[in-house]
């Protein structure tokens, strides 16, 4: 499986990005989709996730500020983060999860500042 993730950039604190991430290869039908992030000496830690089936998962930093959403016929998810703070600052990496394996796409800077 290939991920292919796109839409980082710089934003000031209040503004919008959206990130997408398209996977190819052997997709099964059952899986999970979502989003990672690191910031410079923090570890990895889970921004968001939605399942084929549609049930999703949220960090409690980024409740209310961030929506995930998938489309299951192009096997792309998206990330819409609104209402930046410039502790979003991270590289972002893309996942997907089945029974074929545990897969990452190269991460995708976003830094929020002014």
């Known amino acids: 499986v290939q991920l292919q993730a796109s839409g980082g950039g710089v934003v000031q604190p209040g503004g919008s990005l959206r990130l997408s991430c398209a996977a190819s290869?052997?997709?099964?039908?059952?899986?999970?989709m979502g989003w990672f992030r690191q910031a410079p000496g923090k570890q990895r830690e889970l921004v968001a996730a939605?399942?084929?089936?549609?049930?999703?998962n949220y960090a409690d930093s980024v409740k209310g500020r961030f929506t995930i959403s998938r489309d299951n016929a192009k096997n792309t998810v998206y990330l819409q983060m609104n209402s930046l703070k410039p502790e979003d600052t991270a590289v972002y990496f893309c996942?997907?999860?089945?029974?074929?394996?545990?897969?990452w796409g190269k991460g995708t800077q976003v830094t929020v500042s002014s």
């Open positions: 939605v399942t084929s089936g549609g049930g999703t």
């Open positions: 996942n997907y999860l089945s029974v074929s394996g545990n897969y």
């Open positions: 290869g052997s997709i099964f039908s059952i899986n999970a």
